[in-house]
């Protein structure tokens, strides 16, 4: 059974850091290219960082401006995402998701995500 189950979703302050967890199982994370997205209040989901599954393969989004760091750990089947200086900007639900495309192609697999709060 796959499953991804994400964790670390806080409330925060402005300026702070944090770090989210995805725990995936039921699947070889190796083979898979991983990412996470976000959706906002009233927003549209949008994706903040992926990590294809050949060495080199990075991607983030432009309002990430170097704050967020993607990372993987193929044999524990675990993705973090690294948040550093965070603003209400940043306030939504994160998802990581999983597939064997590219970063810009349908990931199959999804998490149901875990909330992040800034306050200012």
């Known amino acids: 059974q796959v499953q991804l189950v994400e964790s670390g979703g806080d409330v925060v302050q402005s300026g702070d850091s944090l770090i989210l967890s995805c725990q995936t199982s039921?699947?070889?994370?190796?083979?898979?290219?991983v990412a996470w997205f976000r959706q906002g209040p009233g927003k549209e989901r949008e994706r903040v960082a992926c990590?294809?599954?050949?060495?080199?393969?990075?991607w983030y989004a432009d309002f990430v401006q170097g704050r967020f760091g993607i990372s993987r750990h193929n044999v524990n089947g675990l993705v973090w995402l690294q948040m550093s200086n965070l603003t209400a900007e940043d306030a939504a639900t994160y998802v990581c998701?999983?597939?064997?495309?590219?970063?810009?192609?349908?990931?199959?697999?999804w998490g149901q995500g875990t909330q992040v709060a800034v306050s200012s």
């Open positions: 998701a999983a597939g064997r495309g590219s970063c810009f192609d349908r990931f199959t697999y």
């Open positions: 990590m294809g599954s050949s060495v080199g393969v990075l």
């Open positions: 039921g699947f070889d994370l190796g083979y898979y290219t």
